[in-house]
């Protein structure tokens, strides 16, 4: 399949922890990358291969997998952390690439 | 600095042929490892990935839209060329590009996006 399932809609309560998903057959053989999107804005990249963050992504975010579903999870929300999160994956084959339907963060 | 920017029409009529132009700095695409891919997004929908082309001129499209891409790399001009044929409506959204290769092989860099809409 090159599919990857997210929920449309997520909540969490300002300072507490929220996991964001992502299910798909290809997540049994490849790592995913997670994007961060805020209105307006162009994605931003949060986490990356097994779980790591890019310079200036704070460490409140972090990734994890298990089987065919990968996890983002964020610690301790805070309000600018409202925003779409997209995982993005190698297809199946591994020789394409395929974003999720994205999840809406909110804080409440 | 490394950026990425997209220009191209911001209108487009039915049926017609769809070129967007990367031009980037900051990095150089003839570095081993290192591509730009374009994603696109309708309004208020989610990303779709469309198109990558590599340091070694290796080329991946989406499956279900390959037969209307074609991505080229000008690497002295440190630009990459994305044309969409035979637009529709369905395509109107917002288009970026980004590097990947830097950091594992995720997109880590994205273009501010170029917005196209499909209209007669």
């Known amino acids: 399949s090159s599919e990857l399932t997210q929920d449309p809609a997520v909540s969490v309560a300002l300072g507490q922890t929220v996991r964001i998903t992502c299910r798909g057959d290809?997540?049994?053989?490849?790592?995913a990358n997670w994007f961060q999107q805020k209105p307006g804005q162009a994605p931003l990249l949060v986490i990356y291969?097994?779980?790591y963050r890019p310079s200036g992504i704070p460490d409140r975010f972090s990734g994890s997998d298990s089987g065919n579903t990968a996890s983002l999870t964020i610690t301790g929300a805070q309000a600018e952390d409202e925003a779409d999160y997209y995982c993005?994956?190698?297809?199946?084959?591994?020789?394409?690439?395929?974003f999720g339907g994205g999840t809406k963060l909110t804080v409440l | 600095q490394i950026t990425l920017k997209e220009s191209g029409p911001m209108l487009v009529k039915p049926t017609q042929t769809l070129t967007l132009t990367c031009t980037f700095s900051?990095?150089?695409?003839?570095?081993?490892?290192?591509?730009v891919g374009w994603i696109r997004q309708a309004p208020g929908k989610a990303l779709e990935w469309l198109a990558d082309?590599?340091?070694?001129?290796?080329?991946r499209y989406s499956p279900s839209l390959k037969s209307r891409l074609s991505i080229i790399k000008d690497t002295p001009k440190n630009q990459v060329v994305l044309t969409m044929t035979n637009m529709g409506p369905v395509d109107t959204g917002t288009y970026y590009c980004?590097?990947?290769?830097?950091?594992?092989?995720?997109?880590?860099?994205w273009g501010q996006g170029t917005v196209v809409a499909v209209s007669s």
């Open positions: 980004a590097r990947r290769g830097t950091l594992g092989d995720a997109f880590d860099i």
């Open positions: 900051g990095f150089s695409l003839s570095s081993s490892g290192v591509g």
């Open positions: 082309i590599y340091w070694d001129d290796d080329r």
């Open positions: 290809s997540l049994r053989s490849h790592y």
């Open positions: 291969g097994k779980n």
């Open positions: 993005n994956s190698r297809d199946s084959s591994g020789n394409h690439w395929v």
